[in-house]
């Protein structure tokens, strides 16, 4: 049997490592709120990370361990909207808002409004980029057009060629014929020509082209426009495919070589076809919605979830360091950290055929509490069992049968008084005597028939019922959650390489995580448990064998 063991988990580790699925690290720590709107990596230190929550924007600059507020917004109307680091100078930094881009010259210490608008309703700003042509030109995307400006100040121009409508992303692609692609609220505009040159690639409205009779491809699957949110959220290209996506409402949309048609990605299949972001790693690229992290497979043309270590499957936006080879989520509950991103990615079918059954692997964990037993447990460890409201409610249909005892007592006090009538030279005297007192008591018992009906107590423990099912519901949840979490983290670790030291560092450490959280849950039932059915296993060893 052990000879059995060590054979099998020699096939696991010598596995390929993309089979490692990744875990996600909370670098949450330290931050005031947890609802994350941007994020963006420092292109030359990966440890330099800033993060945008609605009106604050907080840096680290030790890879998540601390973090520092470098930025507050004012007004009730103002909201971080995006975040950008340049490239060529990381020490300039860009956080565009409701009101504005705001920018530091200096990592984030000092900050002064960059870019205003020329008019109220082009201060909300969805996006900013650095001119791939001229690094010194400022690309910005704002709620009424595109504008250019120099990144040490002065003035603005808008880019002409293009309608009134808001820029949510915009994507260059460098070479002998450059391409800028944008996304608006009236659909992908290409610019391959320079200047003013502007051409509605995919549309995004009811409205059609001057002369065009028939419905464009995403008019075909109505992708309307609506000006409180983009039909496209962002765009990507992926180098190593020579492709190009496009985030929107309706799913992900692949466009052609030349980006000049879109049409939708076959085999995404996503649970959730309104896609907040789209990130590309070196290989691939992932796609955040309000119902997890999914990244593309190439080679089998489909999605997988990347759900290891997430407390949130509202995922808000994305952002991949190359250098540093990890991806960041920004999500409702904060910010996590997937390392190596692409060991997720499937195996090739000819390595798939070396790996074990699912039995195989399942088997190294029967020695664990089942999860029927660990939710029993913590029920009954938080008092939380649906038995113990029977007994209320049993309780208190019995308490028309008992009696209310009543006792009663008084005492009498009577005072004698007698006249002693005197002679005719006497007067008249009262002669008060001694008090006589005089004492009573009873005893009563009473029925109040009409609880055999209803009483009064039964609407407090409908309202404590109420309570205590929520939180049986909430403890139910949590340690289910933990218990899954927990074996999907057993079996990856069991397939991941020895050599990835760093991964399975934090993989021990996660680990660790969730059996002290099932361990709070349960009064530390779980380990203790776990414990002893290895101390049966080893004490009949030697008999099996």
């Not at 005197?422 to 009409?450: M, R």
């Amino acid at each position: 049997m052990k000879k059995w063991a060590i054979f099998l988990f020699c096939q696991l580790f010598l596995s390929h490592s993309a089979l490692a699925q990744g875990t996600w690290v909370n670098l949450s720590k330290g931050l005031d709120e947890l609802s994350i709107e941007a994020l963006a990596i420092d292109p030359k230190d990966p440890k330099v990370i800033f993060a945008g929550s609605e009106r604050r924007v907080y840096k680290t600059a030790d890879s998540g361990v601390s973090w520092k507020q470098v930025l507050e917004l004012r007004g009730s109307d103002n909201r971080v909207r995006f975040i950008y680091v340049d490239a060529a100078n990381s020490k300039d930094v860009y956080v565009c808002t409701e009101r504005g881009v705001y920018q530091s010259r200096n990592g984030g210490k000092k900050w002064e409004l960059f870019f205003r608008g020329t008019a109220d309703e082009d201060k909300a700003i969805y996006c900013i980029q650095a001119s791939s042509q001229n690094p010194a030109d400022i690309y910005i995307g704002a709620s009424h057009g595109l504008f250019i400006a120099s990144s040490g100040g002065g003035r603005s121009h808008e880019v002409g060629g293009l309608p009134d409508a808001a820029i949510y992303s915009i994507l260059q692609i460098g070479g002998d014929k450059p391409l800028i692609l944008i996304t608006t609220s009236k659909g992908i505009y290409k610019n391959s020509r320079g200047g003013q040159h502007w051409e509605r690639v995919a549309v995004a409205s009811e409205e059609r082209p001057q002369g065009q009779a028939e419905m464009t491809t995403l008019e075909q699957f109505d992708v309307e426009e609506f000006s409180t949110a983009a039909a496209f959220s962002n765009l990507i290209f992926l180098g190593n495919h020579a492709k190009f996506y496009a985030a929107s409402r309706q799913g992900i949309f692949e466009g052609s070589p030349d980006a000049s048609s879109w049409e939708p990605l076959k085999g995404q299949r996503l649970p959730d076809q309104k896609i907040n972001f789209i990130e590309k790693s070196s290989k691939t690229f992932y796609a955040a919605t309000d119902r997890g992290i999914f990244q593309w497979d190439p080679d089998s043309f489909s999605f997988q979830e990347i759900y290891q270590g997430l407390d949130s499957k509202e995922i808000r936006t994305l952002s991949y360091s190359p250098s540093g080879d990890y991806l960041l989520a920004g999500t409702k509950k904060g910010i996590f950290k997937l390392a190596y991103p692409e060991l997720t990615l499937a195996l090739p079918q000819e390595k798939e055929k070396l790996l074990p059954s699912t039995d195989q692997v399942l088997a190294h964990f029967k020695q664990e509490p089942s999860i029927g037993e660990i939710q029993k447990v913590a029920v009954q460890y938080a008092e939380v069992h649906p038995s113990k409201i029977e007994e209320w409610r049993k309780a208190a249909s019995k308490k028309a049968f008992l009696p209310t005892l009543s006792v009663n007592t008084g005492v009498d006090t009577n005072q004698n008084v007698d006249l002693d009538r005197g002679g005719t030279n006497d007067p008249d005297q009262f002669i008060i005597g001694p008090p006589e007192k005089s004492f009573d008591w009873s005893v009563g018992l009473s029925w109040n028939l009409g609880e055999l009906i209803w009483n009064d107590d039964q609407t407090s423990i409908d309202t404590r019922s109420r309570l205590m099912v929520q939180l049986r519901d909430d403890i139910l949840n949590e340690v289910t959650h933990l218990y899954y979490e927990r074996r999907r983290l057993q079996v990856e670790m069991a397939m991941a390489p020895m050599r990835d030291l760093p991964i399975q560092i934090e993989k021990e450490i996660r680990l660790e995580e969730l059996t002290a959280g099932i361990d709070a849950l349960t009064g530390e039932y779980f380990s203790k448990k776990i414990e002893a059915n290895l101390e049966k296993k080893r004490a009949h060893e030697p008999i099996l064998q």
